[in-house]
């Protein structure tokens, strides 16, 4: 099995306008503002984990 | 080749459609290195590298790479993409995989007809070199469900620049997806264990992920293997490359991955224009280059490297970055600063710390 992205944490970040707009992700050591769009890469491998119960995304600050 | 050949040639690749803008490969040429020209440790994690390029692997194989842009280029091109051996191994596990990587958007697939009758074959063609005189593979994987086709190709002088090419067959039975999803994987073997080898393709799904491949230039530390020129057409016949300027390619990259950096210039102080929406922060907006694939992730190079700025005398070491809004043509980030002391409603700006550049990176890639 290809190795996955290695994402240590994650926890939804707030917009302008105050609601979840993003997720501020650990991935591979380094730290990515990811969008909330199911084409991102990076979202797409976030909810795979989540799905599989390998990863939980944090409620914003 | 005689101009009889040629002739045939071009008609063949008339009755493709492909006579323009038939190079489906961008970065082909490795002229563009946005995220820089040397990436070292390659070998247990994904890791794009070149622009439009990447590397992967799986279980872990003990073989590390460093991957360069480099200037050792056949005549036309001025560069290639390098990997070095900096790790050996010389006893490759069956379930082991290392290869580079190469995605394209599915949409841009439509013109092969796949799932049809009408599927037309693909021509993949570049310039190869090798310290090993030995077998590699190309996989082109169908990324929608397709399954993949592989065919094997050999170096057949060690550290001589070699032109392969490579013909696909079409996909009649399974179609690829009108969207901007992965279409292509287009995987070159770099080491793969006994699960993944054992015979080229003859149809889509059969022979072995990396065909023939051999693992022989893993031996030693310092073997290379080098690529430039790829191109990737409809048809059955490879055409020569279709060289584009740096700054079309550049923008084509760029719809997948972008770099901004903010260099240390203290004559030209103001990088990053910003509104004060808080009394702790500041936003700015950075419209993208070109439309991006989709809405992208945003990266820095250290907080600590970007200063937040107003005219009140409040500047501050940024301690913050947050994608706070935006779309596949602008980003809006916030900058926060450790003390609540701005004026909400004024304007201010970003700079550097002076130490270093400070970098932004959008990623969109496949």
């Known amino acids: 099995m290809e190795n996955n992205m290695d994402i240590t944490s994650a926890q939804y970040t707030l917009g302008m306008a105050g609601n979840n707009s993003g997720i501020q992700a650990t991935i591979d050591g380094q730290e990515f503002s990811v969008p909330l769009d199911s084409a991102n890469t990076h979202y797409a491998e976030i909810l795979k984990q989540v799905e599989a119960g390998t990863l939980t995304i944090a409620d914003a600050d | 080749m005689t101009k009889a050949r040629q002739l045939a040639d071009l008609g063949n690749a008339y009755d493709d459609g492909a006579l323009s803008n038939r190079n489906m490969i961008i970065n082909g040429a490795m002229q563009v290195a946005q995220r820089g020209t040397s990436f070292t440790g390659l070998g247990a994690s994904v890791t794009y590298t070149l622009d439009r390029w990447r590397f992967a692997d799986s279980a872990n194989p003990p073989a590390r790479y460093t991957q360069t842009q480099s200037t050792d280029a ?7 993409l390098k990997m ?11 379930d082991e995989l290392q290869n580079v990587d190469y995605f394209i958007e599915a949409q841009d697939l439509q013109q092969l007809a796949y799932g049809s009758s009408s ?23 169908h990324e929608n469900g397709g399954g993949g086709y592989t065919k094997s190709y050999t170096i057949t002088s060690p550290n001589t620049w070699e032109y392969k090419t490579l013909t696909f067959s079409g996909n009649t039975t399974t179609s690829l997806a009108n969207d901007n999803g992965r279409g292509f994987r287009l995987r070159w073997s770099m080491c793969a264990g006994s699960n993944y080898t054992g015979s080229d393709s003859t149809a889509w799904s059969n022979g072995s ?28 016949t490879a055409t020569p490359y279709e060289h584009r300027s740096y700054g079309d390619e550049l923008a084509k990259c760029q719809r997948y991955y972008v770099q901004k950096n903010y260099t240390v210039n203290t004559y030209e102080p103001i990088k990053f224009p910003c509104w004060i929406g808080a009394t702790s922060n500041m936003t700015g907006e950075f419209v993208h280059p070109v439309p991006m694939r989709t809405t992208p992730s945003v990266s820095n190079n250290g907080v600590g490297n970007f200063r937040v700025n107003n005219s009140e005398g409040q500047d501050e070491t940024c301690n913050t970055i947050v994608r706070t ?6 980003t809006f980030i916030t900058f926060g600063k450790p003390t609540a002391n701005l004026t909400i409603g004024k304007c201010g700006y970003i700079n550097t710390e002076q130490a270093n550049d400070a970098v932004l990176y959008f990623t969109a890639e496949l």
């Open chain 2, 119 to 141: 599927a037309k074959d693909i021509t993949v063609s570049f310039w190869v070199k090798c310290s090993t005189a030995q077998t590699f593979a190309l996989r082109v994987q």
């Open chain 2, 74 to 80: 056949p005549d036309g091109f001025s560069n290639s």
């Open chain 2, 84 to 94: 070095e051996v900096t790790t050996a191994d010389t006893s490759v596990d069956a």
């Open chain 2, 209 to 236: 992920i990396f065909g023939l491949h051999e693992n022989d230039w893993l031996a030693s530390t310092g073997s290379t293997w080098q690529i430039t020129g790829v191109q990737l057409e409809v048809g059955d």
């Open chain 2, 325 to 330: 809004g935006g779309n596949k043509y602008e």
